[in-house]
């Protein structure tokens, strides 16, 4: 007897399935657009966020198509060989697991280098915001080399392993990828660099309270302009 070994499935590859089974029956044809997020989450019964993951899956195994200021399209999926279900599941982590993760350790890593925190390292923090003045995006290089040093700073090699292997995961995630491929569509820049600005400023202060309560919400704050994105769109 052959068996297939059993999987737990996130909620943003159920939504996925859902909606891909219904594109490789017809019932939703290429070219159709789907209905609002809103409507969505709530047919569903889920968040509106795994609705937004959802929709990234589909899109990176090209069955639909995100059009910014349009809406969410159906894609020809005729010519899909292999199986949609194994491909969303083949996608890696979703934002929304490596931003709640994030938002623990590096929460943790913010309080714990305010009292920490050498002359030294807060000065490499400060030329890694340069950097990232003339970059253009979160999640570039300048971006990870702070949150890294942050993680220094702490000095718990434990943390800084941890926090090295989630942004690890975060750079090698299609999903996240692709959010970060339709955020250069915002004017999201500044409000990032005043994210890293604020945290610096208590860090020198050696304010744990506030360095840990500025991290979180900056991470906070990141999830809600990535899956305020098909948001924006929909009128």
Request: hydrophobic share 40%; no cysteine.
């Amino acid at each position: 007897m052959l068996l297939k070994a059993v999987r737990s499935q996130r909620r943003f590859e159920q939504v996925a399935e859902q909606i891909s089974k219904l594109i490789s029956k017809g019932k939703l044809k290429a070219g159709m657009r789907l209905p609002p997020e809103r409507e969505l989450a709530k047919q569903l019964k889920v968040s509106r966020p795994t609705v937004r993951e959802a929709m990234i899956a589909l899109e990176i195994t090209g069955l639909v198509e995100v059009r910014v200021g349009s809406g969410i399209y159906v894609l020809d999926s005729s010519k899909q060989k292999n199986k949609i279900s194994n491909k969303i599941a083949d996608i890696g982590h979703g934002p929304l697991e490596l931003i709640e993760a994030r938002k623990e350790i590096e929460g943790t890593n913010a309080a714990m280098a305010a009292q920490r925190i050498d002359a030294k390292i807060l000065k490499k923090m400060e030329k890694a915001i340069d950097k990232m003045v003339k970059e253009d995006m979160s999640g570039s290089n300048a971006d990870r080399e702070f949150h890294l040093l942050l993680a220094k700073a702490t000095g718990n090699r434990v943390l800084e392993n941890i926090t090295d292997y989630l942004w690890q995961q975060q750079q090698h995630s299609p999903m996240w990828k692709k959010l970060i491929e339709l955020m250069k569509e915002k004017k999201l820049h500044n409000v990032i660099l005043d994210d890293h600005r604020n945290l610096l400023e208590s860090l020198r202060n050696k304010d744990s309270e506030q360095a840990q309560k500025i991290m979180r919400n900056h991470l906070n704050h990141a999830r809600d302009i990535y899956f305020d994105i098909i948001d924006d769109d929909e009128a």
